[in-house]
Nanobody, 124 residues
């Protein structure tokens, strides 16, 4: 059973770059046809897909966030990282990492494997 855990700052100032790391245990991020994804849920809204990095290392991003998003991985640590630049208060959300066996661009939390989520607030 794969397990995921997000880590990173809970507070980011406007215009800064957010960096979140997802640490994976119970499975390798380079095998098993895994698609290692980032989602977020702004206050009072639904889940929003941000992007994923596939087990091959290829990446795919939401068109609305693509200009500001980068997802990378550290295979030696079995981790993958989200960087979201030019943060604004509208980026305030709970951020989740997740693993799917297909390249999903939308999902509900009853499929795949999810981290517990981490609150990120953008404020000066």
């Amino acid at each position: 059973q794969v397990q995921l855990q997000e880590s990173g700052p809970g507070l980011v100032e406007p215009s800064q770059t957010l960096s979140l790391t997802c640490t994976v245990s119970g499975g390798s991020i380079t095998t098993g046809f895994g698609y290692w994804s980032w989602f977020r849920r702004p206050p009072g809204k639904g889940l929003e897909w941000i992007g994923y990095i596939a087990y091959t290392g290829s990446t795919h991003y939401s068109p609305s966030l693509k200009r500001r998003t980068s997802i990378s991985r550290d295979t030696s640590k079995n981790q993958f990282t989200l960087q979201l630049s030019s943060m604004t208060p509208e980026d305030t959300a709970v951020y989740y990492c997740a693993r799917f066996s297909k390249p999903l661009t939308e999902a509900t939390m009853d499929i795949g494997s999810w981290g517990q989520g981490t609150q990120v607030t953008v404020s000066s």
